[in-house]
């Protein structure tokens, strides 16, 4: 078998979802490929398999669309979950002027200055981008994959979630 394409998550870009709507986590699912050891935990190929995508079993990305408060549409992804409004697990990213814009931080949350950059990209303050919405396109995963965002999350102390804008 030839080698798939290999990305890793910080280099997918909108293309990349127009081109396969669905990405996987190759790290534990082909083990016993060949060139596995080409790959890490954020490399990521097509999903070639059947949709829905069977998301419970693997750590998919699918691609998503965002609807900013002020009606603004524009393109992303996201990790389906069984865990509706769990951010963390579902971690939507949104893509802007060709660079991924993450709204969760995990432990040490968005720094000031990657807000910003996203702000100034869009050219909008924060009452024009939250609250926003997001929903992988239809039929892509087996798991629910939408929510609505007030800002960016972090959860500094692993019990609670924190949003700031």
């Known amino acids: ?3 798939p394409e290999l990305r ?13 709507p669905v990405w996987v986590a190759c790290h534990c699912l082909d083990y016993d490929e060949a060139w596995y050891d080409e790959t890490d935990e954020e490399t990521f190929r097509p999903w070639c398999g059947v949709v829905p995508a069977p998301c419970q079993d693997e750590m998919f990305l699918v691609r ?7 009606g603004t549409s524009l393109t992303g992804f996201a990790t389906p ?26 432990m040490i949350g968005i720094p000031q200055g990657q ?29 629910a994959c939408s929510g609505q965002l007030q800002g960016f999350y972090s959860s500094p102390d692993l019990s609670t979630v924190e949003c700031s804008q």
């Open 115 to 143: 807000r910003d950059d996203l702000y100034a990209a869009l050219q909008k303050g924060p009452d024009a981008v939250f609250p926003l919405s997001f929903h992988s396109d239809p039929g892509l995963s087996t798991l």
């Open 8 to 20: 890793q998550l910080g280099t997918l870009n909108e293309v990349d979802f127009q081109r396969h």
């Open 64 to 70: 998503t669309q965002f609807t900013l408060s002020d």
């Open 1 to 3: 078998m030839t080698t």
């Open 81 to 106: 979950s069984e865990s509706v409004d769990n951010f963390g697990a579902i971690q939507p990213c949104l893509f802007v002027d060709g660079r991924i814009h993450s709204f969760w931080g995990g």
